[in-house]
């Protein structure tokens, strides 16, 4: 069976601080990965999509990136974090066919920029 | 970009009534996923629905593809203290292979 993993669970971060968030997945191959963003209003706002290794597609002009340097690791970085970078960061993965898309969640990271 | 209205933003019921909730877009999906989210925790999903008219079942839930394609609704039978939690719909149009559409989520309460 897949499982997502995503780690840390909670990060407490200073404004200016680097970022770095991971995800893996096991049990599947080339999955097509994904990183929302959720904040306090409930909303899942869709941040990155990968659909292979160093394929990177962007949703949201931002200050975070994404990058996918294994095939079922997906990790989101920021340089310097806002404020507003503050909220729940939630990784995805669905199948590559395109006839079955459903997506599967992580357990989330809980991110705080003081 | 595609919107999805999700209603009722929020509900407070007894334990043993039904519920039921919606979702409805401008345009047309050839998806409909409906998911529950715990406090703390990444949502799960519940159903998937893949066909216009499809009506499937999942223990107390039931949730339907509306023929339009353009809606999607999830009931809750008798419901429990545990059902507490965000429910979201989402759906994939197909103009997008890789992408879902969320609705902003159903808050549901259950008094025991």
């Known amino acids: 069976s897949q499982t997502i993993h995503q780690w840390p669970a909670t990060l407490v971060q200073p404004v200016g601080s680097p970022l770095s968030l991971e995800c893996t997945v096991e049990?599947?191959?080339?999955?097509?990965l994904y990183w929302y963003r959720q904040a306090a209003g409930r909303g899942l706002q869709l941040l990155f999509y990968s659909v292979g290794i160093g394929q990177i597609s962007s949703e949201v002009p931002q200050n975070l990136s994404a990058s996918r340097p294994q095939d079922r690791q997906f990790i989101l970085s920021s340089k310097k974090l806002l404020l507003s970078d503050s909220g729940f960061y939630l990784c995805?993965?669905?199948?590559?066919?395109?006839?079955?898309?459903?997506?599967?969640f992580g357990p989330g990271t809980r991110l705080t920029v003081l | 970009g595609q919107q999805l209205n999700q209603s009722p933003q929020s509900m407070f019921i007894q334990e043993g009534e039904d519920v039921s909730m919606n979702c409805t877009s401008s345009s047309i999906f050839n998806t409909w996923l409906w998911y529950k989210q715990d406090p703390g925790e990444g949502p799960v999903l519940l159903i998937a629905l893949y066909k216009a008219g499809e009506l499937t079942s999942n223990g107390r839930l039931t949730a339907q593809f509306g023929i339009t394609r353009k809606d999607s609704f999830l009931n809750i039978s008798a419901s429990i203290p545990s059902d507490v939690g965000i429910y979201f719909c989402a759906g994939r149009s197909g103009g997008s292979n890789y992408k879902l559409t969320f609705g902003k989520g159903t808050l549901l309460t259950v008094n025991p």
């Open positions: 995805a993965w669905s199948r590559a066919e395109s006839s079955t898309d459903t997506q599967y």
């Open positions: 049990g599947t191959s080339n999955p097509n």
